[in-house]
């Protein structure tokens, strides 16, 4: 495997914020949605992903947004993206509709503050 992103994690009070930088693609993607999942205990209300220093998000990675949002909605947490309008990912999560399961602020306090 090869791990060409990393990941991570604090808690701020009810919410999981893990900062995801470099590259997410077939070859990591399961181990990314893992690590994700395996930081958000039961108790907290959402999971808000920064993807300010993600490079780059093949559909593997665009699968796993997906297969995130879904597990936590069954778990009655959400899932809040950061892409920053400067950000390459941005036309990438729109063409795939990555809004639709997740909602996609483009800086971090308002992901927080929602």
Not at 45 to 50: S, Y
Not at 77 to 104: F, K, M
Request: with cysteine; charged share 25%; glycine share 6%.
């Amino acid at each position: 495997m090869t791990t060409l992103a990393e990941i991570d994690v604090e808690r701020r009070g009810g919410t999981v914020l893990a900062r995801l930088t470099g590259e997410v693609d077939m070859t990591n993607a399961a181990h990314v949605r893992d690590e994700l999942l395996a930081a958000v205990p039961n108790d907290v209300l959402a999971l808000v992903v920064d993807l300010e220093g993600c490079l780059y998000l093949d559909s593997a990675a665009i699968e796993v947004v997906f297969d995130i949002s879904r597990r936590l909605q069954r778990r009655r947490q959400e899932l809040r993206l950061v892409v920053p309008d400067s950000s390459p990912l941005g036309r990438v999560l729109a063409l795939t509709d990555v809004n639709s399961v997740a909602p996609v602020h483009t800086t971090l306090g308002a992901a927080l503050a929602q």
